[in-house]
Protein backbone atom coordinates (compact mmCIF):
# COMPACT_ATOMS: atom_id res chain seq x y z
CA UNK A 1 0.00 0.00 0.00
CA UNK A 2 1.30 3.47 -0.68
CA UNK A 3 2.16 5.81 2.14
CA UNK A 4 1.21 9.72 2.25
CA UNK A 5 5.08 10.43 2.26
CA UNK A 6 5.28 7.89 -0.98
CA UNK A 7 2.42 9.57 -3.29
CA UNK A 8 3.28 11.58 -5.68
CA UNK A 9 1.23 14.36 -7.87
CA UNK A 10 1.51 17.14 -9.65
CA UNK A 11 0.04 19.89 -12.96
CA UNK A 12 1.91 19.08 -16.63
CA UNK A 13 1.58 20.58 -19.68
CA UNK A 14 2.74 19.70 -22.86
CA UNK A 15 3.82 22.36 -25.31
CA UNK A 16 5.26 22.67 -28.83
CA UNK A 17 4.38 23.69 -32.64
CA UNK A 18 1.10 23.57 -34.04
CA UNK A 19 0.40 20.13 -34.83
CA UNK A 20 3.23 18.06 -32.33
CA UNK A 21 -0.07 16.13 -31.31
CA UNK A 22 0.03 17.52 -27.68
CA UNK A 23 -3.97 17.57 -27.23
CA UNK A 24 -3.84 13.76 -28.88
CA UNK A 25 -0.96 12.72 -26.50
CA UNK A 26 -3.28 13.94 -23.77
CA UNK A 27 -6.32 12.08 -25.16
CA UNK A 28 -4.41 9.04 -25.32
CA UNK A 29 -3.09 9.17 -21.72
CA UNK A 30 -6.35 9.68 -20.20
CA UNK A 31 -7.56 6.64 -22.19
CA UNK A 32 -10.77 9.15 -23.37
CA UNK A 33 -11.24 12.15 -25.65
CA UNK A 34 -11.46 15.12 -23.41
CA UNK A 35 -9.76 17.63 -25.62
CA UNK A 36 -10.41 18.67 -29.45
CA UNK A 37 -8.04 18.24 -32.12
CA UNK A 38 -7.02 19.32 -35.68
CA UNK A 39 -4.12 19.97 -37.82
CA UNK A 40 -5.24 24.13 -37.46
CA UNK A 41 -2.89 25.81 -35.29
CA UNK A 42 -4.31 27.51 -32.01
CA UNK A 43 -6.96 24.69 -31.92
CA UNK A 44 -7.41 24.97 -28.06
CA UNK A 45 -8.41 27.86 -26.93
CA UNK A 46 -9.39 26.97 -22.76
CA UNK A 47 -7.48 25.03 -20.29
CA UNK A 48 -8.75 21.77 -20.23
CA UNK A 49 -7.12 19.07 -17.64
CA UNK A 50 -6.85 15.94 -17.89
CA UNK A 51 -6.52 13.71 -15.20
CA UNK A 52 -4.62 10.21 -14.65
CA UNK A 53 -5.26 8.49 -11.56
CA UNK A 54 -2.87 5.85 -10.16
CA UNK A 55 -2.12 3.86 -6.93
CA UNK A 56 1.11 5.44 -6.34
CA UNK A 57 0.42 9.28 -8.32
CA UNK A 58 -2.01 11.50 -9.80
CA UNK A 59 -1.05 13.33 -12.76
CA UNK A 60 -3.05 16.05 -14.26
CA UNK A 61 -2.45 17.09 -17.75
CA UNK A 62 -3.44 20.97 -18.54
CA UNK A 63 -4.04 21.19 -22.13
CA UNK A 64 -3.76 24.84 -23.15
CA UNK A 65 -3.51 27.31 -26.04
CA UNK A 66 -0.24 27.51 -27.49
CA UNK A 67 2.41 30.57 -27.10
CA UNK A 68 2.34 32.73 -30.40
CA UNK A 69 2.31 36.34 -31.45
CA UNK A 70 -0.84 37.79 -30.84
CA UNK A 71 -2.79 39.95 -33.24
CA UNK A 72 -6.35 40.24 -31.60
CA UNK A 73 -7.53 41.03 -27.99
CA UNK A 74 -8.32 36.81 -27.69
CA UNK A 75 -5.07 36.05 -28.76
CA UNK A 76 -3.44 38.27 -25.53
CA UNK A 77 -5.94 36.41 -23.85
CA UNK A 78 -5.15 33.17 -24.95
CA UNK A 79 -1.34 34.35 -24.54
CA UNK A 80 -1.97 35.11 -20.51
CA UNK A 81 -3.55 31.92 -19.78
CA UNK A 82 -1.09 30.60 -21.21
CA UNK A 83 1.75 32.01 -19.16
CA UNK A 84 -0.05 31.88 -16.17
CA UNK A 85 -0.78 28.02 -16.71
CA UNK A 86 2.93 27.64 -17.26
CA UNK A 87 4.13 29.26 -14.54
CA UNK A 88 1.95 26.92 -12.10
CA UNK A 89 2.91 23.53 -13.03
CA UNK A 90 5.03 21.15 -11.76
CA UNK A 91 6.39 19.93 -14.57
CA UNK A 92 6.97 20.74 -18.56
CA UNK A 93 7.06 18.33 -21.57
CA UNK A 94 8.18 19.66 -24.71
CA UNK A 95 6.67 18.06 -27.96
CA UNK A 96 8.50 17.59 -30.81
CA UNK A 97 7.24 15.26 -33.90
CA UNK A 98 9.39 12.44 -35.09
CA UNK A 99 8.48 13.04 -38.80
CA UNK A 100 9.88 16.70 -38.34
CA UNK A 101 13.12 18.20 -37.45
CA UNK A 102 14.24 19.96 -34.58
CA UNK A 103 14.15 23.65 -35.27
CA UNK A 104 14.27 27.37 -34.24
CA UNK A 105 10.47 26.70 -33.64
CA UNK A 106 11.44 24.41 -30.89
CA UNK A 107 13.99 26.74 -29.47
CA UNK A 108 11.62 29.58 -29.26
CA UNK A 109 9.21 28.20 -27.62
CA UNK A 110 11.98 26.45 -25.12
CA UNK A 111 13.47 29.64 -24.49
CA UNK A 112 9.62 31.01 -23.82
CA UNK A 113 8.91 28.33 -21.69
CA UNK A 114 12.13 29.34 -19.87
CA UNK A 115 11.35 33.14 -19.38
CA UNK A 116 7.91 32.33 -17.82
CA UNK A 117 9.13 29.60 -15.78
CA UNK A 118 12.48 29.26 -15.09
CA UNK A 119 12.56 27.14 -12.29
CA UNK A 120 10.33 24.20 -13.55
CA UNK A 121 11.95 21.12 -15.58
CA UNK A 122 11.74 20.38 -18.68
CA UNK A 123 11.43 17.14 -20.52
CA UNK A 124 11.06 16.25 -23.96
CA UNK A 125 8.79 14.18 -25.69
CA UNK A 126 9.47 12.91 -29.26
CA UNK A 127 5.39 12.03 -30.45
CA UNK A 128 4.63 10.20 -33.89
CA UNK A 129 7.00 7.40 -33.43
CA UNK A 130 4.82 5.35 -35.97
CA UNK A 131 5.40 7.34 -38.42
CA UNK A 132 8.72 6.85 -39.01
CA UNK A 133 11.79 3.54 -39.11
CA UNK A 134 12.81 3.31 -35.94
CA UNK A 135 16.36 4.01 -37.15
CA UNK A 136 15.40 7.65 -37.56
CA UNK A 137 14.65 8.08 -33.92
CA UNK A 138 17.90 7.98 -32.45
CA UNK A 139 19.18 11.41 -34.69
CA UNK A 140 16.00 13.38 -33.30
CA UNK A 141 16.39 11.79 -29.56
CA UNK A 142 20.21 13.51 -29.99
CA UNK A 143 18.90 16.84 -31.23
CA UNK A 144 16.21 17.03 -28.65
CA UNK A 145 18.71 16.36 -25.61
CA UNK A 146 20.87 18.62 -27.34
CA UNK A 147 18.40 21.35 -27.06
CA UNK A 148 17.32 20.72 -23.80
CA UNK A 149 20.35 19.33 -22.06
CA UNK A 150 21.93 16.40 -20.71
CA UNK A 151 20.19 16.10 -17.65
CA UNK A 152 16.56 16.36 -19.18
CA UNK A 153 14.13 12.88 -19.17
CA UNK A 154 13.56 11.76 -22.98
CA UNK A 155 10.59 9.63 -24.08
CA UNK A 156 9.48 8.57 -27.85
CA UNK A 157 6.14 8.21 -28.19
CA UNK A 158 2.73 7.26 -30.32
CA UNK A 159 -0.58 8.61 -29.20
CA UNK A 160 -2.30 6.52 -31.54
CA UNK A 161 -0.68 2.88 -31.25
CA UNK A 162 -0.27 3.78 -27.81
CA UNK A 163 3.30 2.62 -28.09
CA UNK A 164 5.46 3.65 -24.71
CA UNK A 165 2.56 5.20 -23.35
CA UNK A 166 2.98 3.55 -20.04
CA UNK A 167 6.84 4.55 -19.97
CA UNK A 168 6.01 8.62 -20.21
CA UNK A 169 3.30 8.33 -18.06
CA UNK A 170 6.46 6.40 -15.33
CA UNK A 171 8.58 8.92 -16.44
CA UNK A 172 6.25 11.65 -15.26
CA UNK A 173 5.47 10.28 -12.45
CA UNK A 174 9.40 10.20 -11.64
CA UNK A 175 9.40 13.87 -11.94
CA UNK A 176 6.44 15.01 -9.74
CA UNK A 177 7.06 15.79 -5.94
CA UNK A 178 4.69 14.12 -3.10
CA UNK A 179 1.90 15.31 -2.75
CA UNK A 180 -1.82 14.60 -2.30
CA UNK A 181 -4.78 13.34 -4.42
CA UNK A 182 -6.60 16.18 -6.41
CA UNK A 183 -9.20 14.48 -7.38
CA UNK A 184 -11.52 11.64 -7.14
CA UNK A 185 -9.93 8.61 -8.78
CA UNK A 186 -12.94 7.96 -10.97
CA UNK A 187 -12.66 11.48 -12.50
CA UNK A 188 -10.75 12.07 -15.83
CA UNK A 189 -11.28 15.64 -16.30
CA UNK A 190 -12.53 18.75 -14.77
CA UNK A 191 -13.96 20.48 -17.89
CA UNK A 192 -17.84 21.03 -17.98
CA UNK A 193 -19.85 19.31 -20.44
CA UNK A 194 -21.84 22.10 -22.34
CA UNK A 195 -18.12 23.52 -23.16
CA UNK A 196 -16.82 20.02 -24.34
CA UNK A 197 -19.78 19.88 -26.62
CA UNK A 198 -19.38 23.44 -27.96
CA UNK A 199 -15.38 22.51 -28.76
CA UNK A 200 -16.91 19.92 -30.79
CA UNK A 201 -19.40 21.88 -32.25
CA UNK A 202 -16.24 24.01 -33.50
CA UNK A 203 -13.78 21.26 -34.35
CA UNK A 204 -16.32 19.78 -36.45
CA UNK A 205 -15.87 23.24 -38.18
CA UNK A 206 -12.46 23.23 -38.30
CA UNK A 207 -12.32 19.71 -40.45
CA UNK A 208 -14.81 20.82 -42.97
CA UNK A 209 -13.96 24.78 -43.56
CA UNK A 210 -10.04 23.56 -43.48
CA UNK A 211 -8.29 27.48 -43.64
CA UNK A 212 -11.04 29.77 -44.91
CA UNK A 213 -12.03 30.90 -41.40
CA UNK A 214 -10.71 28.80 -38.53
CA UNK A 215 -10.06 31.50 -36.05
CA UNK A 216 -13.05 33.95 -37.03
CA UNK A 217 -15.26 31.00 -35.56
CA UNK A 218 -16.95 30.61 -31.77
CA UNK A 219 -19.30 28.16 -30.26
CA UNK A 220 -21.45 28.10 -27.25
CA UNK A 221 -24.44 25.67 -26.09
CA UNK A 222 -27.70 27.86 -25.23
CA UNK A 223 -29.40 24.64 -24.27
CA UNK A 224 -29.04 21.04 -23.11
CA UNK A 225 -31.83 19.22 -21.73
CA UNK A 226 -33.49 15.21 -21.76
CA UNK A 227 -35.96 15.37 -25.01
CA UNK A 228 -39.07 15.61 -23.37
CA UNK A 229 -41.04 13.03 -25.71
CA UNK A 230 -37.89 10.61 -26.28
CA UNK A 231 -35.96 9.76 -22.93
CA UNK A 232 -33.43 7.90 -24.95
CA UNK A 233 -32.49 11.27 -26.92
CA UNK A 234 -31.33 14.80 -25.44
CA UNK A 235 -32.04 18.18 -27.00
CA UNK A 236 -29.05 20.03 -27.97
CA UNK A 237 -28.82 23.99 -29.28
CA UNK A 238 -25.86 25.68 -30.09
CA UNK A 239 -24.77 28.72 -31.78
CA UNK A 240 -21.91 29.56 -34.35
CA UNK A 241 -20.60 33.12 -34.12
CA UNK A 242 -18.53 34.71 -37.05
CA UNK A 243 -17.37 37.97 -37.56
CA UNK A 244 -18.83 38.54 -41.42
CA UNK A 245 -21.80 37.83 -43.21
CA UNK A 246 -19.54 36.27 -45.62
CA UNK A 247 -18.31 33.68 -43.34
CA UNK A 248 -21.63 33.12 -42.18
CA UNK A 249 -22.06 31.55 -46.24
CA UNK A 250 -18.84 29.65 -46.17
CA UNK A 251 -19.73 27.81 -42.35
CA UNK A 252 -23.59 27.04 -44.04
CA UNK A 253 -22.58 26.41 -47.23
CA UNK A 254 -24.40 25.81 -50.35
CA UNK A 255 -28.28 25.03 -49.88
CA UNK A 256 -26.97 24.32 -45.69
CA UNK A 257 -24.69 21.64 -46.73
CA UNK A 258 -21.67 22.30 -45.33
CA UNK A 259 -23.44 23.32 -41.97
CA UNK A 260 -25.52 19.66 -42.17
CA UNK A 261 -21.50 18.03 -42.12
CA UNK A 262 -20.93 19.96 -39.20
CA UNK A 263 -23.95 18.70 -37.48
CA UNK A 264 -23.40 15.44 -38.30
CA UNK A 265 -19.35 15.16 -37.55
CA UNK A 266 -20.65 16.97 -34.01
CA UNK A 267 -23.83 15.03 -32.96
CA UNK A 268 -21.40 11.75 -33.60
CA UNK A 269 -18.96 13.14 -30.59
CA UNK A 270 -21.53 14.22 -28.41
CA UNK A 271 -23.32 11.01 -28.36
CA UNK A 272 -20.26 8.83 -27.36
CA UNK A 273 -19.84 11.95 -24.91
CA UNK A 274 -23.41 11.88 -23.45
CA UNK A 275 -24.46 8.23 -23.79
CA UNK A 276 -27.47 8.78 -25.78
CA UNK A 277 -28.98 10.08 -28.89
CA UNK A 278 -28.41 13.46 -29.56
CA UNK A 279 -31.28 15.90 -31.58
CA UNK A 280 -28.67 18.99 -32.44
CA UNK A 281 -30.24 22.26 -33.20
CA UNK A 282 -27.75 24.69 -34.63
CA UNK A 283 -27.77 28.22 -35.90
CA UNK A 284 -25.25 30.91 -37.21
CA UNK A 285 -24.73 34.28 -35.77
CA UNK A 286 -22.73 37.46 -36.88
CA UNK A 287 -21.02 39.09 -34.16
CA UNK A 288 -18.92 41.64 -35.90
CA UNK A 289 -15.28 41.53 -34.34
CA UNK A 290 -15.90 39.22 -31.76
CA UNK A 291 -11.91 38.92 -31.25
CA UNK A 292 -11.52 42.21 -30.39
CA UNK A 293 -14.42 43.03 -28.36
CA UNK A 294 -14.06 42.70 -24.77
CA UNK A 295 -17.68 42.44 -23.83
CA UNK A 296 -18.33 39.74 -26.54
CA UNK A 297 -15.06 37.95 -25.39
CA UNK A 298 -16.76 37.71 -21.51
CA UNK A 299 -20.33 36.69 -23.57
CA UNK A 300 -18.21 33.89 -24.94
CA UNK A 301 -16.41 32.87 -22.20
CA UNK A 302 -12.87 34.01 -22.54
Known amino acids: MTTNEEYRSGFVCFVGRPNTGKSTLMNALVGQKIAITSERPQTTRHTIRGIISRDDAQIIIVDTPGIHRPRTLLGQRLNDLVQDTYAGVDLIGLC ?35 KVPSDQLIPQ ?58 ELVREAILEEVRDELPHSVACVIEE ?38 VGQRARQGMQRVLGTRVYLDIFVKVMKDWQTDPKMLEKLGF
Open 96 to 130: VPADQPVGPGDRYILDEVRKIAPETPVMGIVTKID
Open 224 to 261: IYPDPEDDERTVVHAVIYVERESQKGIVIGKKGARLRK
Open 141 to 198: LVKLADLLGEDAPLVPVSAQSGEQLELLTDVIVEQLPTGPKFYPDEEITDDDTEKFLA
